[in-house]
């Protein structure tokens, strides 16, 4: 192999894979080149902490601000509490080792409402083992995160691996500085393509050819010169690049090489500058040192770029061939200097097509041999330093910074679509996963799935949405009404009192008796099919089948079983008001819950538990409407109370609706942003019309307006789930987008949102000015420890 092409082998060469310019302005649309405001939360490692991590974050933030003003940047910087750092315009630090800040902070940015989150990943500057902190932290992020990977590793540790693929799963975007950690991320991570952006490293734009100026400037006027930089540490090569020292200097005795930069701090904590000083021993023994200029400092920005400038040759002999970014190389392609490398990754990408020479790792004489070959032949050298000016046009800061605000771009959620109220949806999408035995659970995007059969849950809302459908032939309505109904009865098991839950494609029962959610959810249908059927023997069987079941949640510890048959008991009172199991089933039920939040209930946590579960509105909705059924003030404004404090955990800083997600459930006073799911929007709007139905006031109206946006894109990737020609929702939001699944569930939680929604909508206009933190008062800060 001919370690000193100035090509590199055959695999290294860009060919027509070349990483073109981001900039690339032919083929741009004027859409393309528009950059919309937009604000972004930035976390890192940042200056004055010394480290190349710290250093790409501030790039990104300064360049951004001088070449995309409109992009407002919060900075929150990675800090070392043992070495606290004077930071300057930032907002604020997380302690990289405190799992409460990285909390504290993710609640920080969710209530800033930035459209995106872009943090960088290194393994080593974020807390825990390989810096697992940074999982629990992207799981707090509402808005979509951006994560740019300066590494990706080809052998990694199982850990190592369950990180960047759970950093991979959360991120809307993921920003590599190589083809290679791209192609990588795709076949050893299964990353999809459309995530990942490839920018490369930005550099400074400098006029060429200025050497002899900062030669000069350093007194080295007459000296050839040649240089290295960054932390001083085993893994820079330099013991090869020295032990070249004497056959380069043999043929050129004017060459000076500069090794610039302090020892890795880490290296300084183990064994103070014992590395350092192996190095100066190496080039005494070897006669050299009178050739070598060492500067033990970190040097600001500004300061590199000068230095760098003076040199003729810059050289990276690191041995290992896995580093994907190396942002002094691109600055010294971007400054126009001769390039001598070994072959990892980033500069195989950056110095093919004879842009630099690859030379053999951990050969000295194939350093010699490339660099005397260069200062050999002048017109080479020079020819060489035009190249990889030419091709560091590419890479410039305004440039980078076009890349990045792109970047955002994508990443960040696209405004939503708003649809009529009064537009009713269309029922095909539920007939679609529905037969004669009654409505399929779920879908493979929105074909049924058969495997996993039925479910009574989702049975018992279809039969609620066929009480309630409006357009409907009235054959059509008995038809399918009866099947629903059919499966609700069918699932009653009289000899244990329980209602069944699951079922089989083959109509065979999965169990004897369903969880007490399913039961109370069954009660509740058969009071909602009481109070609203259109046909009165339907109504009739509905009560008759309610009666027989009261009983099934006697012994139910679950707030939602107990909310669920005090909602059904309500209906039927409604219709009835002398019922008195009806009657008996809401006091015992407003009584359970009211005893439930005398326990749950403290100053900053107004709830019934110390979690957060699903269909969490709908034990508010069922105190509230018991007390309006037995003139119970009390519980009504307990009710009333616990709904708004809800409301308020699920609306963003701007605005929308970011329902409780289903990662958060059984984690004491927390929660999550995702996954997002229709049923707890449903549950919202449903909740939110009884509390008007209480109170009248507007603020309920306009809480499940925002709720209702939720399905056309209102929510936190700005994605739309419903669909009103076929009346289709997808299953949630997640980190990354949409669930292309349309199960039963989703399908039935956007029906049955639209006519709750109809009905608040009869009362005029529904429109919403802006974030619902006017709300008179009810929404005003109260997350202080969540998030």
């Not at 076009?402 to 405004?415: D, Q």
Request: glycine fraction near 8%.
């Amino acid at each position: 192999m001919n370690w000193l092409s100035r090509d590199g082998e055959p695999g290294w060469k860009s060919g027509s894979d070349k990483v073109r310019s981001i900039f690339d302005a032919a083929n741009e649309t004027e859409a393309d080149k528009r950059v919309e405001p937009a604000h972004i939360a930035l976390v890192g490692n940042f200056s004055p902490r010394k480290c190349g991590i710290a250093t790409f974050t501030t790039d990104i933030f300064e360049q951004l601000r001088d070449h995309h003003p409109e992009i407002t940047v919060d900075v929150h910087a990675l800090d070392d509490p043992a070495y606290p750092l004077a930071y300057q315009g930032i907002a604020g630090t997380i302690a990289c080792n405190d799992p409460e800040d990285y909390a504290r902070a993710a609640r920080q940015i969710n209530e800033s409402g930035v459209d995106a989150v872009w943090l960088q990943h290194e393994y080593g500057i974020f807390g825990g083992e390989d810096g697992e902190m940074v999982c629990h932290f992207v799981d707090r992020l509402a808005a979509p995160l951006i994560v740019t990977l300066h590494t990706v590793l080809l052998a990694p540790t199982v850990h190592q691996r369950v990180i960047l693929e759970h950093l991979a799963a959360r991120a809307s975007r993921i920003m590599v500085m190589s083809r290679y950690s791209r192609d990588l991320l795709q076949r050893e991570y299964n990353v999809p393509a459309g995530v990942i952006e490839v920018i490369e490293h930005g550099a400074p734009d400098r006029p060429f050819g200025r050497q002899e100026h900062f030669k000069a400037q350093l007194g080295l006027t007459g000296r050839k010169v040649l240089m290295s930089f960054g932390l001083l540490c085993p893994d820079k090569g330099l013991e090869h690049a020295i032990a070249a020292l004497p056959a380069i200097v043999a043929e050129h005795p004017e060459v000076l090489y500069r090794i610039v930069g302090a020892t890795h701090p880490n290296l300084v904590a183990t064994e103070g500058e014992a590395y350092r000083e192996k190095l100066e021993a190496l080039a005494a023994e070897l006669g050299v040192s009178d050739h070598i200029a060492w500067d033990n400092r970190f040097l600001e920005t500004s300061e590199l770029l000068d230095q760098l400038e003076a040199c003729d040759i810059y050289m990276t002999p690191y041995p290992g061939l896995q580093q994907s970014t190396s942002g002094t190389l691109s600055y010294a392609v971007a400054l126009g200097k001769a390039l001598v490398s070994t072959p990892y990754v980033h500069a195989r990408e950056l110095l093919g097509n004879s842009v630099g020479m690859l030379i053999e790792p951990g050969s000295s004489t194939a350093i010699a041999d490339a660099v005397t070959a260069l200062l050999g032949d002048e017109e080479e050298l020079a020819a060489m330093q035009r190249r990889a000016w030419a091709r560091g046009r590419e890479m410039i800061w305004p440039r980078f910074a076009e890349s990045s605000a792109r970047l955002i771009a994508h990443a960040r959620a696209p405004r939503p679509a708003m649809s009529p109220v009064t537009a009713t949806p269309g029922l095909s999408a539920v007939f679609a996963m529905s037969d004669a035995t009654g409505m399929l659970q779920h879908s493979i995007g929105v074909v049924p799935d058969r495997r996993h059969g039925y479910c009574l849950d989702d049975n018992a809302r279809a039969l609620m949405l066929m009480n309630v459908a409006e357009g409907l032939p009235a054959a059509e309505r008995m038809k399918w009404s009866l099947a629903y109904a059919g499966f609700v009865q069918y699932a009653w098991n009289a000899d244990l009192g329980r209602f069944r839950n699951f079922m089989r494609y083959d109509r065979s029962w999965c169990e004897d008796e369903g969880s007490e959610d399913s039961n109370g959810r069954a009660l509740w249908a058969l009071g909602q099919t009481r109070e609203c059927v259109p046909d009165h023997s339907l109504g009739e069987w509905a009560l008759d089948l309610f009666e027989q079941a009261l009983g099934a949640v006697d012994e139910a510890g679950s707030p939602r079983a107990v909310a669920f048959a005090m909602l059904g008991a309500c209906a039927v009172l409604r219709r009835d008001p002398s019922h008195a199991a009806a009657r008996a089933r809401v006091e015992s039920g407003g009584d359970f819950l009211m005893k439930l939040l005398g326990h749950g209930r403290r100053p900053d946590w107004a709830w019934f538990e110390a979690v957060l579960g699903y269909d969490n509105p709908r034990l508010p909705q069922a105190l509230i409407e018991a007390g309006m059924a037995l003139g119970r003030e009390d519980w009504i404004g307990d009710g009333l109370a616990t709904l708004e404090w809800i409301c308020h955990q699920q609306v963003s800083a701007r605005g929308q609706f970011r329902p409780i997600g289903s990662e958060s459930f059984h984690k004491p006073y927390s929660y999550l942003p995702f996954d997002q799911q229709p049923l707890e929007a449903q549950a919202a709007i449903e909740a939110s019309r009884t509390a008007w139905r209480a109170t009248h006031g507007a603020f309920w109206r306009e809480h499940a307006l925002a709720a209702w946006r939720w399905f056309f894109g209102g929510n936190d990737r700005g994605v739309v789930l419903a669909d009103l020609v076929s009346g289709r929702c997808r299953d949630g939001v997640t980190p990354r987008g949409v669930n292309g699944n349309c199960g039963a569930e989703s399908v039935l939680a956007f029906q049955l949102s639209h006519y709750a929604m109809a009905e608040l909508a009869e009362l005029g206009p529904l429109a919403s000015t802006g974030p619902l933190a006017s709300g008179g008062g009810w929404l005003e800060p109260a997350r202080d420890s969540l998030v």
